[in-house]
């Protein structure tokens, strides 16, 4: 069967395609923890047992998801070559795409993102999209509570783009609630197929090349086409200010498997965190930066090392610490930022980064003052013609690389070589922000028609958000740290992934965000003025 091409994958596209065919970048998990709420129903999140049944339950919201994003309804073919295309699907079987994996509790949902993420999508296979569902049933005390995780390729979406999915698709299943009778909804006995037809023929999304200009100007390809194309690897490395990215360096011959720690804050953490940031007239974002490079330069950048003397010997009395830097990405998405705004539900990766590549963190070294540094930052980044421009040609960089099949793969994989430690970052924080807001109550406590989560009727099912996530895999040449930061109902969840073979073990990461946690809520204790690294360490 041959599938219609929709269009050719576009450069940012075609290195996401890329990231997966050199196994170093696998997947992103958004979703969230519903409650499902009906009187007369206590046991019916229970009663769905395994894939059968939430496909049923779910097979028309998906198919209406399909009518507004024909993105999902597609694969990408030739994925090999110089150029591959984007292929309309006929069918999905929606049976295909659900994984039921049940947990005890909700703060066991981190075992669950770690599971997803070492999952590949293959994208040698025609007949599956690049996205797929995992549910996970809360098994004790709130037990009408479950995860819906959405698991996409970035070739077909952002974080921006999978909030409004996951959003939709609640919505759906109110909508759907609202109209049907119980039996019948979640029974679904009308639905003896699993599958669903293809019958848009909606285009899908442009690319952002295809909105914007974004090849790089004659100044980035004289500096940048040079350091990066052009110089050696041991020559780029000699030049470059010396950074921290990982105990151990990258390589191509270990697995590439994503270990995970995730952390929730409580409505009253978050509010704190929050408030904090106003005093001091700066974002969350900026607050969560400071906390993270604070906390890497304690965990990972502290050691003193004994000083060398002459006889060959080690003077361990007076030892000093090796100094590096720290490489900080920050995600920027397009999509209010180019001339033609892009919708927050158009499907698609409109992503760029801000990278500070000589952060430095000592012990006189103020929470605010960095907090303050990093805000101007962004703003600039964000808000002027050059820093547009230099976000654009951030990924426009990309359309220099070989057009020959293979060459974007060769490339790819030299960077294990070029860049130090084989990675370009030693931090990388993303937040999507604030969404999926819970619905108001009535003065008896129902929840009020909002169109979308809830209905007038009391007796109506109701699946409920009660906080949201966000996460991603591991990247071999990208950060050795990857926080993703997501808001939901006034919760904020963070959940980090690291290389597993970038750390001495798991305990590592654990203790960087433990650490992290820490240093958050010391600096932004009201009664403190100021908050310097040293207090950190004491």
């Not at 049933?137 to 783009?161: A, K, M, N």
Request: aromatic content about 8%; some cysteine; proline content about 4%.
């Amino acid at each position: 069967m041959t599938l219609q091409v929709a269009r050719a994958v576009d450069n940012l596209e075609r290195y996401n395609v890329t990231r997966s065919n050199v196994n170093i970048y696998n997947n992103v998990i958004v979703g969230n923890l519903l409650q499902f709420q009906h009187t007369s129903q206590k046991e019916f999140i229970s009663s769905l047992t395994g894939p059968q049944e939430w496909a049923k339950l779910l097979l028309d919201p998906i198919n209406s998801l399909l009518h507004q994003h024909p993105l999902l309804a597609h694969v990408v073919g030739d994925h090999l070559t110089a150029k591959p295309m984007f292929l309309r699907l006929e069918c999905i079987d929606l049976l295909e795409l659900i994984r039921i994996t049940p947990i005890k509790t909700p703060a066991e949902v981190g075992r669950v993102f770690e599971q997803e993420h070492n999952l590949p999508f293959d994208l040698s296979n025609q007949s599956t999209p690049l996205w797929r569902l995992t549910i996970a049933p809360i098994e004790e005390g709130d037990t009408q509570s479950f995860y819906l995780l959405y698991i996409f390729h970035h070739v077909i979406g952002d974080g921006r783009s999978a909030m409004a999915v996951t959003d939709q698709l609640v919505q759906q299943l109110n909508l759907q609630a609202k109209k049907v009778t119980n039996d019948a909804v979640f029974s679904n006995s009308s639905n003896a197929t699993t599958k669903i037809r293809i019958t848009s023929t909606k285009p899908i999304p442009e690319s952002i090349e295809s909105r914007i200009n974004c090849y790089p100007s004659f100044r980035t390809l004289i500096c940048e086409a040079t350091r990066a194309l052009l110089l050696p690897g041991f020559l780029k490395k000699a030049l470059e200010i010396k950074y921290w990215a990982g105990e151990f360096d990258s390589s191509l011959e270990t697995p590439n498997v994503t270990e995970l720690a995730l952390l929730q804050l409580t409505m009253q953490e978050t509010l704190k965190v929050i408030q904090a940031a106003k005093r001091h007239s700066t974002t969350v974002q900026a607050v969560l930066y400071t906390a993270s490079v604070f906390a890497a330069k304690s965990v990972f950048m502290s050691n003193r090392r004994p000083v060398p003397l002459d006889d060959g010997t080690y003077d361990d009395n007076n030892n000093h610490i090796e100094e590096e830097a720290i490489v900080f990405a920050t995600p920027v998405s397009l999509r209010d930022l180019i001339p033609n705004p892009i919708a927050p539900g158009d499907q698609g990766n409109y992503t760029s980064e801000f990278l500070d590549y000589n952060v430095r963190v000592r012990d006189g070294s103020s929470f605010w003052e960095m907090t303050a540094v990093y805000r101007r930052r962004i703003i600039e980044a964000t808000t002027t013609a050059r820093g547009l421009q230099d976000l654009l040609e951030h990924f426009g960089m990309l359309s220099l690389l070989p057009k020959k099949d293979g060459g974007w793969e060769s490339y790819m994989v030299s960077k294990v070589h070029k860049d130090q430690h084989g990675r370009k970052a030693t931090i990388k924080l993303s937040n999507i922000g604030r969404g999926w807001e819970r619905p108001k109550t009535t003065s008896d406590g129902h929840v009020a028609d909002s169109g979308g989560e809830g209905g007038d009727d009391g007796a109506t099912p109701r699946f409920l958000i009660k906080d949201g996530v966000f996460s991603q895999s591991s990247g071999v040449t990208a950060s050795a740290l990857t926080m993703s930061v997501a808001t939901a109902n006034g919760v904020l969840t963070i959940s980090t992934t690291w290389q597993k073979a970038a750390f001495r073990g798991r305990s590592r990461g654990e203790l960087f965000m433990s650490e992290f946690k820490r240093i958050l809520f010391e600096a932004i204790e009201d009664e403190k003025v100021d908050y310097m690294f040293k207090d950190a360490k004491s």
